[in-house]
């Protein structure tokens, strides 16, 4: 379900088969947080966050890929063929149950939250939110010079205009990764985490 807020839950599911809300997490950030402070786990932004195409067959991912080429389940369910991409399915237009979408999974340390070790997932099919997170991760390391683990950050819902593939406009929720201070300070973190990593060898 697609929200002005974040909603954070468990890994236990209700009767109605959803993830259950994690209440102590709430306690702390707020009944409709539209920001959470977190940390990230790595340094490349790709394992930071996965993103691909994904199309589903009602539960079943029944083709996923890069954008060039993809793993298609065939008719009988039995294996996966290569096909190349893109097709008609990916087109803003389509509007069919089996549309492809993309898809993307950030992985967080949400502070104050739980112990080590306790990773979070954020998961999008926002075009804007995919872009936005993965351009702002390589804006961040080439300010940092490599380091983005443990960089403290913010997670924000924002409204934003656009216009749907027939023009008309309308205001959708993007998520996005903020840094609350300027240039300089964050270039100072990254440096101070190079030099930590250096001291420590590691």
């Given amino acids: 379900m697609k929200l002005d807020h974040f909603v954070v839950t468990t890994l236990d599911r209700g009767a109605d088969g959803n993830f259950k809300r994690d209440d102590e997490i709430h306690a702390i950030l707020g009944d409709k947080p539209t920001e959470i402070p977190v940390r990230l786990l790595y340094d490349d932004p790709t394992l930071n966050f996965v993103t691909r195409y994904a199309c589903f067959a009602g539960r079943t991912l029944w083709c996923a890929g890069d954008g060039e080429t993809a793993q298609r389940l065939t008719q009988d369910g039995k294996e996966h063929v290569t096909v190349q991409c893109p097709c008609h399915r990916q087109d803003p237009a389509y509007e069919g149950n089996d549309k492809c979408k993309i898809n ?70 993007v998520v996005s990764l903020e840094f609350a201070g300027d240039i300089p300070a964050l270039q100072h973190i990254g440096h101070q985490i190079a030099l930590d990593r250096a001291k420590t060898h590691l």
């Fill in 104 to 173: 993307g999974s950030l992985g967080v340390l949400i502070e104050g939250a739980g112990g080590i070790g306790g990773v979070w997932k954020f998961r999008t099919t926002s075009y804007n939110s995919v872009v936005g997170i993965m351009s702002t991760l390589s804006f961040l390391r080439s300010i940092t010079g490599g380091p983005l683990s443990n960089i403290p950050l913010t997670m924000a819902v924002r409204p934003k205009q656009v216009s749907d593939p027939r023009g008309r406009q309308q205001t959708i929720y």
